[in-house]
Each structure stands twice: as C-alpha cells, then as structure tokens.
C-alpha cells in the first residue's frame, strides 16, 4: 500500500511473490534451484545444445524491404522466433524450466495457454523427455484455437478446459495455481510469461533473452549499427522481455511494447499499460485492469495470448523509469497488420504478433530514418480460424 | 492484540471460553453477501444462532485462487449479485449490531489494498475482529497488518502442511489474532484424512505459538471435527456450510449444530 520500495521486490515497487503459504516453500525452492542453475555451465550447456539442436536456434534476422517502403520506414528487421520448433518464442522457456524441472526431481508438469502456443511448446518438450503434462485453457480459447488444443491433445498431454470466470488466460492461470497448491511436492508449474512470483519473471526473461542476444549480434553484423527501435508485443510480456533484454544496456535503442486495445480502449480491451492500476494478482505486485473494488476486470482482444488483465512486473517497471515505452492496437489495426505482413514479405504472423506490426507505421512515421526491429513472436497458422471468421471466408479480399 | 494486561480481545474470550467448556470452537465460514444482501445476512445470524463461535467472513473475489468450486461460486454469486468490499462492511456491521462474538474476515490482498492506509480503522469501524489474507505470506504481510494492527484489529497466519520447520517459528509469530492451520495440500474444499502426520504438524505449532491454533481445509463432518478437537483451539468448516446453506437456513443451522456437538473433548483433559 504504501510505494516505497520494498526490497524483497524485484522490480522497483513490482514483483514480490504473493502466493498462498502452501506454495510459498515451492516457490523458494525453486528461486534456489533457479539461482543455482543457471550460473551452471553444465546447466547451460544442455540448455543450449536442445535450443540448437531441437528448437532450431539462431532463428534468422530477415530483413523486410517491402514493409519498410510500405510504411515509410528506413529499415525493418524482423527477429524471427516464428520460425522456431512449434511456431513461436515461447519454446525457449520451456526447454529451461523443464530442465528444471527434471533438477528438482519433479515429475509431473502443468501449464496455462491462451493462444495455446505455449500449451503446445510446454506439451512437445515434455513429448521430448516422456514427462506426464497437464494444460489449462479457458474454455473460450479451446473453442477459438481449436487446432492448438487438437496439437497438444496429439503431443500426449491432458488439455483441461476451464469454464469459470471469462474462460480465459487469467482463469487458466486461477486453475493450474489450485492444481500446484494441491500437487506441489510432485508437479512444476510452467508459467508461460513473464509474470507470477519470483523467480518466474526473471527467470521466463534469462530463458528469452537468447532472442535479444541473437538479435542484437545479427543487427550488428547486418548493418554494422544497432537498431534505433525495438518492438514486441506485450501479453504477460516475455517476447517483449526476451529481445529488449538484449538492448537495455544500449541507452540508444528505443524499446516499445504494444498491448491489445481490444475495441477501443473506451471499450473491451487488454491494455494492462495503459489502463491498468498497482496491484496484487496470480502472485506479483504489478498493473492490473480492475474496478474501483479491486475486482479484476474482465481483458477483451482478438488475440487469446494478448487477453490477460496482468502483465509481467518488469514491464511495469520498465515503463516506470521510461526506459521503454508501451502503445496499444486495436483488433482491427491487428488484423491489417497481419495482412500487412503477409503481403509485404509473405510472412503470416500471429495475431498477437500482428498488434506489434501494426504499431511499425506510425514509429516509422516519428521519425523515416530509423531502423526498426520487430520480434515476430509466432506464426499466424493457428489464428487462420479467427481470421476467417472475420473476414470473407474465401481469403480474397480486395487488393492494394 | 496480543498484550497479556490489556483488555481482552473478543478473539481470546471466545477461544478460552470454549477451552473451559473442554470444546474447540467452531470457526464457521461463509462468504458474505452470497447470494445477495438479505439472504446473505439470514445465513449468517442462523449460522451464529446454531453455535458457530467464530465467524469468518468471506470477501468476494473475482480471482478466489486458493479455494475450491464451492467457496468460487459463492463469490460468483455475491459479485454477480453486486457485492462490494464497503457492502461486506457494511453486512459486518449490522450482523455485529446483534451478536458479540468475533469477526474475522477472510480476504484475498487486492481488495484489501483499494482501502488504503485508512484500512485499519475502516476493518474496526464495522466490528471486525481480525484478517486472513490469503495471499500474503509473512514476507509481505507488514504492509497490510501493521495498518490494520495500529487500529487494534488482528491478525491470522497460515501455516501449510509445506511449511518447513525452519519457517515454521516465523510465520507462527506473525500471528496475533490466531494461527489458522491449513490441514492439507490443495484448496479449500477438498476432503481431508486425518493422519499422524497431520497431528504431529499440529502438536508442533503448537510448540510455536501462545496464539489459538485452528484447523481448517476439508473438514465437512462431524466425524472429522470431533477428531481434530483434541489437538486444536478451533476447527473452520466452509465449503460444508456454503453447501448446506443453498439448502436454506434452517439445513445451514442444522449442520452448525451437528460440528458443533462434535466438538467436545469429552474424556479428554483440557489442553
Ligand atoms: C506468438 C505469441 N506472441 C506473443 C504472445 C504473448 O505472450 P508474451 O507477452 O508473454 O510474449 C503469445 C502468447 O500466447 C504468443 O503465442
């Protein structure tokens, strides 16, 4: 309540772990774990060995010549985490905290998805070492990414749809922490962002950060310069805080999130930066939609893994000291970024990727003569459903 | 709260009362305002009027993360029904009005923090006795107690069936009201056995504290209370009277009288 800053938080007056006691030696045990891992060679180098060999890594810097002069852009450089084993960055996360896992003699494995993107990845690496996994997802993202569930369904894991609440994230997250409460001695939560309590946000960031590191080394030997802009969107924020990692220390380098604005931000949307107050939510201190009452406010957005009230405490921080700034699109803008994208360099994203696509123009229009640095977070093929629906189904539209 | 010559807390009346009577107290919870205002308030007085000697008074949540179907949809209820935190209050207040045993109000952090630093005195200001926040383990707990302890309001631990015995001093310390004892793995409304181990756990915050010590977490029969009451100051019954309250007061009322009699510690000396 007060917002002097307190030191057992991570992040300025953000982070903390706020989880019931029965979880609260889960959670120190596993900081310890953490802290003791990942300074480990050994830990490391397996780590490393499974994102070359398994997910694929580096994943490519592709420059976008066409997208630029659409947009009026000097550059852009697109940081192609699409093209990782299972279509997005968040493979990158699990690879560790299964790792983890595994050190800590755990067994069993639970995750929440939105989009499912992370349901899926959290589901292959455990294919990839036969351990038993568990995801939760919103009933409401069941239906609308279909193909994700039937992915896991197939990958061996036991997706369990949760009907409360909105059905989405957020409810997800509220069932998989009741499955740790009443598992904890056998079962490691996999959260899927940057978010929840330490060590989770820290620990998902170090698990991303290969993207920014990657990213930085590549624009350097593509350009000879470092980027003037990097961008990513934000849902709980770890493709964010995976390539801005690589850039925080390059006070030069613009970083900027982009949130789902929903409808409108007057209307439904999911733009915890904008709208947001402090609060104490799935185990942090951090911006939180909610009413007057401390209720949590139901997110809206096109994209199921943009659709959470949260967002990671590092962000919050982020945004406090104005080291990166955060904008919001709309469900429309994204689905024209999407089109944009494909159109221009024949990528499809994701939609959540989408929202960062669609902020590319007006950044460009800030300034032309910068260079601009785009995490593709994952590919669009899950969200061809939604997209359909959308639009007229044929997939021909008007062309320009 | 905890001073031995100040006067003494409605907490502590009711807890040695009931250890003179050789019974542990019933600590009965139910979430207020569930389904709406006035059936919300006909649940509570049954429930006090059938023996409940503690009343733990839920604070809808949108995000009830420790608690099971039964306890979320009661807050589903209450919220949809248009509850508010100052509502709760305000419910506190007029059952107070007409009964003078201990208010304990069970919350999760985030509603509790839209209070600000006046959170004290409005918790005093409607009667209520003591606060469990769920969410807030000791390590984060000062900054809501010492608000809510400076207006004379207490405060309630959780200690889990996790807690090692190197944290276990700790956290029993930062109780003032009483030491709430979460008797299994999982969340509110799953179903407890009673084992040794559970015993032993309880045998052992006891070591730790001079504070009441309560049990709670999946106890819904009599059987089950009458087996915890020898080693504890209180045993919390939730889920069960949320269930037997849909049936309506008079069923509420009927299984607050069934625990309660479970309770006594006949043949066993007083602890
Ligand atoms: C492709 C993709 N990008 C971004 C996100 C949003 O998550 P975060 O903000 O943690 O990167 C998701 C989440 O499901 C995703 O699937």
Redesign the pocket.
């Known amino acids: 309540m007060n917002d002097a800053t307190d030191p057992s938080l991570e992040f300025g007056p953000y982070g903390g772990r706020y989880v019931a006691e029965t979880l609260m030696p889960a959670v120190q045990a596993l900081g310890e774990a953490w802290r003791e891992a990942w300074p480990d060679e050994g830990f490391r180098a397996q780590y490393r060995r499974i994102l070359a060999e398994y997910v694929g890594r580096p994943s490519p810097l592709t420059p976008a010549p066409r997208l630029a002069e659409r947009i009026g852009a000097a550059r852009v450089l697109l940081k192609r ?2 093209l990782n084993h299972t279509g ?3 493979i990158n996360n699990c690879v560790g905290q299964v790792l983890l896992a595994r050190r800590l003699g755990k067994t069993r494995i639970i995750a929440e ?6 349901g899926v990845a959290t589901a292959t690496v455990c294919a990839y070492f036969g351990l038993p996994c568990v995801v939760y997802m919103g009933a409401v993202d069941v239906e609308r990414q279909a193909l994700n569930v039937f992915r896991m369904r197939l990958l061996g894991a036991q997706v369990v749809p949760v009907h409360a609440g909105s059905a989405t994230l957020k409810d997800a997250i509220n069932e998989a922490l009741r499955d740790w409460v009443a598992n904890v001695d056998s079962t490691h939560y996999l959260i ?3 978010m929840g309590p330490d060590p989770y946000p820290t620990m998902v960031r170090e698990l991303h950060r290969v993207i920014g590191e990657e990213a930085r080394a590549q624009c350097l030997r593509l350009t000879g310069e470092l980027p003037d802009v990097v961008v ?9 805080m995976g390539i801005f990692s690589g850039f925080l220390d390059d006070p030069g380098v613009a970083l900027v999130g982009v949130e789902a604005a929903g409808e409108g931000l007057q209307g439904k949307h999911a733009a915890t930066m904008s709208k947001g107050a402090l609060g104490i939510y799935h185990g942090m201190r951090s911006l939180v939609l909610q009413d007057e009452d401390g209720q949590l406010q139901e997110a809206h957005s096109i994209s ?3 659709d959470y009230p949260g967002v ?1 405490p590092e962000h919050a921080w982020l945004r406090h000291t104005g080291r990166a700034r955060y904008l919001s699109v709309t469900d429309d803008e994204a689905l024209e970024g999407l089109r944009l994208l494909s159109r221009t360099e024949g990528i499809i994203p ?1 939609l ?2 989408a929202h960062a696509v669609a902020a590319l123009r007006g950044l460009a229009q800030e300034d032309p003569s910068r260079t601009l640095l785009l995490n593709v ?2 590919r669009g093929d899950k969200d061809m459903h939604t997209v359909m629906a959308r639009h007229d189904a044929s997939g021909e539209e008007e062309q320009r | 709260m905890s001073g031995g010559d100040e006067e003494r807390s409605r907490i502590d009346e009711v807890f040695a009362a009931c250890r003179a009577q050789r019974r542990a107290a019933l600590v009965g919870y139910l979430t207020a305002l569930d389904p709406g205002r006035e059936q919300s308030l006909a649940r509570l007085r049954a429930a006090v009027e059938a023996g409940v000697d503690v009343l733990e008074l839920g604070v809808p949540f949108s995000d009830p993360t420790a608690d099971g179907p039964v306890v979320q949809g009661a807050m589903t209820r209450a919220l949809a029904a248009g509850a508010t935190l100052a509502g709760v209050l305000e419910l506190a207040a007029e059952l107070r009005a007409g009964w003078d045993g201990p208010i304990v109000l069970f919350s999760y952090a985030n509603p509790l923090l839209r209070l600000g630093p006046a959170i004290g005195e409005r918790l005093a200001a409607a009667g209520i006795d003591a606060v469990l926040v769920v969410d807030l383990p000791p390590e984060h707990a000062p900054e809501l107690r010492a608000p809510v302890e400076a207006a004379g309001v207490g405060w309630v631990s959780l200690v889990a069936p996790t807690t090692p015995a190197s944290r276990l001093p700790a956290v029993a310390r930062s109780a003032s009201a009483f030491v709430y004892a979460v008797a299994l793995r999982g969340v509110t409304g799953a179903t407890l056995e009673i084992d040794e181990e559970l015993v032993a756990r309880l045998d052992a915050i006891r070591a730790h504290t001079a504070r009441p010590v309560a049990v709670g977490f999946g106890v819904r029969e009599p059987a089950q209370a009458a087996a915890l009451a020898p080693y504890v100051d209180g045993v919390v019954v939730g889920s069960a009277f949320i269930e037997a309250a849909e049936q309506g007061p008079a069923a509420l009322a009927a299984k607050v009288s069934a625990i309660r009699a479970a309770l006594t510690r006949e043949g066993e000396a007083a602890r």
């Open positions: 985490e699409d997005s960055h968040k998805t939105g989009a499912g993107q992370h899927g962002s940057v990513a969107c934000v849902g709980g924020g770890s493709n964010a199921a893994g943009l990671g994701a959540e990727t977070s994952g």
